[in-house]
Antibody
Framework: EVQLVESGGGLVQPGGSLRLSCEASGFIFSDHYMDWVRQAPGKGLEWVGRTRRKANSYTTEYAASVKGRFTISRDDSKNSLYLQMNSLKTEDTAVYYC????????????WGQGTLVTVSS | DIQMTQSPSSLSASVGDRVTITCRASQGISNSLAWFQQKPGKAPKSLIYAASSLQSGVPSRFSGSGSGTDFTLTISSLQPEDFATYYCQQYNSYPITFGQGTRLEIK
């Protein structure tokens, strides 16, 4: 069974940093691109970014709203995905989901349960 | 960026009804479109990919169609568990973008 479990959310002050983790199980993690998606309270879904797999040199893509502040990385030996968030703003307050990208089709076939990040003074 | 516009934004329907939700892309995206269902406090769930392919385990009352800029999600006979918010998403080009959502409520 595919499982994605996020952790690391919490309350942080504006300008601060936070690192989210997503632990994967039930599939060959290294074979898949992995993404982060967020959802502000009461709002819709917003794509944050993507990391490709080793065969694609672990290259990344980011939404304009987070580029230069957020960094996506992965550790295939630990079946884990990470989101390093720096220079946080109040508008980054959201539930952050990790999502698996279906190989060859590039859509999200599995999602984690999400972790809440609150940026507030 | 490609803008995804869903209509309607909200919809009231009864169990057994046939429901259609529309998603329009601001430019052509071929068939690189997915649909997701989200219930309050839960993660989104994949329903449809490649515009019309059913995700494994999703009931056959869900179907998708379209190509280019205009797409639809149809639920042939609404069940109580189908009342939720539905999102379309394009994955043809970066940044990946979602529609604003359609809230499906019980009449």
């Amino acid at each position: 069974e595919v499982q994605l479990v996020e952790s690391g959310g919490g309350l942080v002050q504006p300008g601060g940093s936070l690192r989210l983790s997503c632990e994967a199980s039930g599939f060959i993690f290294s074979d898949h691109y992995m993404d982060w998606v967020r959802q502000a309270p009461g709002k819709g879904l917003e794509w944050v970014g993507r990391t490709r797999r080793k065969a694609n040199s672990y290259t990344t893509e980011y939404a304009a709203s987070v580029k230069g502040r957020f960094t996506i990385s992965r550790d295939d030996s630990k079946n884990s995905l990470y989101l390093q968030m720096n220079s946080l703003k109040t508008e980054d307050t959201a539930v952050y989901y990790c999502a698996r990208v279906k190989s060859g089709f590039y859509y999200f076939d599995y999602w984690g349960q999400g972790t809440l990040v609150t940026v507030s003074s | 960026d490609i803008q995804m516009t869903q209509s309607p934004s909200s919809l009231s329907a009864s169990v057994g009804d046939r429901v259609t939700i529309t998603c329009r892309a601001s430019q052509g995206i071929s068939n690189s479109l997915a649909w997701f269902q989200q219930k309050p406090g839960k993660a989104p769930k994949s329903l449809i990919y490649a515009a019309s392919s059913l995700q494994s385990g999703v009931p056959s009352r869900f179907s998708g169609s379209g190509s280019g800029t205009d797409f639809t999600l149809t639920i042939s006979s609404l069940q109580p568990e189908d009342f939720a918010t539905y999102y379309c998403q394009q994955y043809n080009s970066y940044p990946i973008t979602f529609g604003q959502g359609t809230r499906l409520e019980i009449k």
